[in-house]
């Protein structure tokens, strides 16, 4: 079994800054990427940013230039760094990695429970 641990969400001011941290752990063989969804109330989850293995990291059009993914491949784990947050971020932020466990041959979706980030002045 694969499990994923989110830390960092909270309170904070618009214009404020929050770091999100997601550690995967469990039978892990491979990686094929990580990343975060967020669901508002009343919303459908949707992506925030990701990095497939390989590749350059994927960034909604509404948090672009203002939240930065990175990736550990050696600790297992991804960070989410949001800056100059809006009141519309506020969300349940999950973790999400593609994960080839071991004994298996393919890759599945893992989610972690969420943290609640909250934009509020």
């Known amino acids: 079994q694969v499990q994923l641990v989110e830390s960092g969400g909270g309170l904070v001011q618009p214009g404020g800054s929050l770091r999100l941290s997601c550690a995967a752990s469990?039978?892990?063989?491979?990686?094929?990427?990580m990343g975060w969804y967020r669901q508002a109330p009343g919303k459908q989850r949707e992506l925030v940013a990701n990095?497939?293995?390989?590749?350059?990291?994927n960034y909604a059009s509404s948090v672009t230039g203002r939240f930065t993914i990175s990736r550990d491949d050696a600790k297992n784990t991804v960070e989410l760094q949001m800056s100059s947050l809006k009141p519309e971020a506020t969300a349940v932020y999950y973790c999400?990695?593609?994960?080839?466990?071991?004994?298996?041959?393919?890759?599945?979706?893992?989610w972690g429970r969420g943290t609640q980030v909250t934009v509020s002045s």
């Open positions: 990095i497939i293995t390989g590749r350059s990291p």
């Open positions: 469990g039978s892990i063989f491979s990686i094929a990427g």
């Open positions: 999400n990695a593609r994960v080839r466990s071991g004994g298996s041959s393919s890759h599945y979706d893992y």
